[in-house]
């Protein structure tokens, strides 16, 4: 039986909100076994002296594209297969050197990736795959440019770099959730409105007709998971709810009377705030279109507006940060910034652990620093409820990173996997 013991931390739960001081933090097969004294079955476990340093939970990130190493998504989708393939492999250590031991990949990875990360062959977060994200004919997950001959959708199932795939009626959906579960989907990915990063629809654009929406969340119901769906306006948030959704991406546009319904509903949103301002500042210099540019400005101004009031009615808000490129995935750990500034850093902290986890249905395994619980842990140097800044940038503030009980960063650099 592996044991570690990390010895005389301070730790910070964010589920219960409680901290305890110079506590020793037990881990066995995986899972925290005890918190404060070293139980003597323990004694011959490996021990970390960590005096001072915070111990947090893994962080959740709910809103990842890992194989996005292209800003123009069009373009990931047009790589080679093997090259798609290894850019992810930069990305996906660059997470977890930032303390994120789980993502939830919204559109593109597929399940030998999943595969060869969760058995460590790779180093990188634990992914929750979507597997392709199902777009409309025009919406945001074709992008085609507009011509007088379409081709076949980019070939978009057989290409690794693809984050989507087109599905039009109400038959064909059914069948492309069957077979996304059937390749190792987690969860369902539709997108329900337009979107900044596509060329042809407008954000204000709803998508998917009802019957196609419905029929996706009771496919997904019936597989035992759930729908999660792209969308910024009230309208497309509200069309979505009532189809069954259980989970809105970005949600930017919403109001009120949509936040009310969100809450009533226990319909979670995740909001990725710090991608719009990277892509505000850097767009025009990754290629994207004055249109798309328009539109990230438009969804930027009101996206923390969105956020305040999100928090104000009780709507359960996730941790999102919807990075694409390789110039820009380094900038996950922002959204902890952003949150902090509207919500505060407890709750910018809660989102992306205890909250993240009952999004993704793992309460009480993940997101929290209690007995019983996977041992998905940071370690901080210092106290990130008081210093948010120690969070960000990557990783340099993270000496420890565990995974399922494995140390997979020490003394500050990621630890190889064993060949």
Do not use: W
């Not at 559109?107 to 777009?135: H, Q, T, W, Y």
């Not at 407008?202 to 729908?227: F, H, K, M, W």
């Amino acid at each position: 039986m592996s044991m570690l013991v990390l010895a005389g931390v301070n730790v910070f739960d964010p589920a219960s909100q409680t901290r305890r001081t110079n506590v020793n933090v037990c881990i066995a097969d995986g899972k925290i076994a005890a918190i404060g004294d070293i139980p003597p079955s323990f004694e011959g476990a490996r021990r970390m002296s960590l005096a001072g340093r915070a111990v947090l939970p893994g962080f959740i990130d709910l809103h990842v594209h890992v194989v996005a190493s292209n800003a123009n998504l069009g373009a990931n989708a047009a790589m080679p297969n093997f090259l798609a393939a290894l850019r992810t492999l930069p990305i996906l250590r660059g997470m977890l050197n930032r303390g994120f031991t789980t993502v939830r990949d919204a559109g593109g990875a597929d399940f030998g990736m999943c595969e060869a990360v969760n058995s460590g062959e790779l180093r990188g977060p634990r992914i929750l795959s979507s597997g392709k994200a199902l777009s409309q004919t025009g919406g945001h997950g074709d992008f085609r440019q507009r011509s007088d001959k379409l081709d076949d959708a980019c070939g978009c199932l057989g290409r690794q770099g693809a984050i989507a795939r087109v599905v039009d009626g109400v038959d064909a959906m059914r069948l492309a959730v069957r077979e996304e579960i059937l390749k190792g989907a987690s969860q369902i990915k539709v997108m329900a409105s337009g979107g900044v990063a596509s060329p042809n629809d407008p954000i204000t654009n709803t998508q998917y007709s009802e019957d196609e929406l419905r029929a996706a969340v009771q496919e997904a119901q019936a597989a035992g998971t759930y729908v999660m769906a792209h969308a910024y306006t009230a309208r497309a948030v509200r069309r979505a709810v009532e189809c069954g959704v259980k989970c809105i991406e970005h949600g930017n546009l919403i109001d009120e009377e949509t936040a009310r319904l969100l809450a009533q509903r226990d319909v979670a949103v995740v909001p990725t705030l710090a991608t719009l301002d990277r892509l505000s500042e850097r767009g025009r210099a990754l290629g994207f279109p004055e249109a798309s540019l328009a539109k990230i400005d438009g969804a930027r101004s009101v996206g923390r507006q969105a956020l305040a009031l999100m928090a104000r009615e009780g709507v359960k808000v996730g941790f999102g940060s919807d990075m694409l490129g390789e110039e820009l995935h380094r900038f996950q750990s922002d959204e902890f910034a952003v949150r902090a500034q509207i919500v505060g850093n407890v709750e910018a902290i809660r989102c992306a652990t205890n909250v993240a986890a009952d999004i993704i249905r793992e309460p009480g395994v993940r997101g929290t620093v209690a007995v019983g619980a996977a041992a998905d842990l940071v370690v901080v140097d210092g106290d990130p409820v008081e210093d948010i800044s120690l969070l960000l940038g990557q990783g340099e503030h993270i000496p420890v990173v565990i995974k399922g009980g494995v140390c997979m960063k020490e003394s500050g650099r990621l630890v190889e996997p064993a060949l």
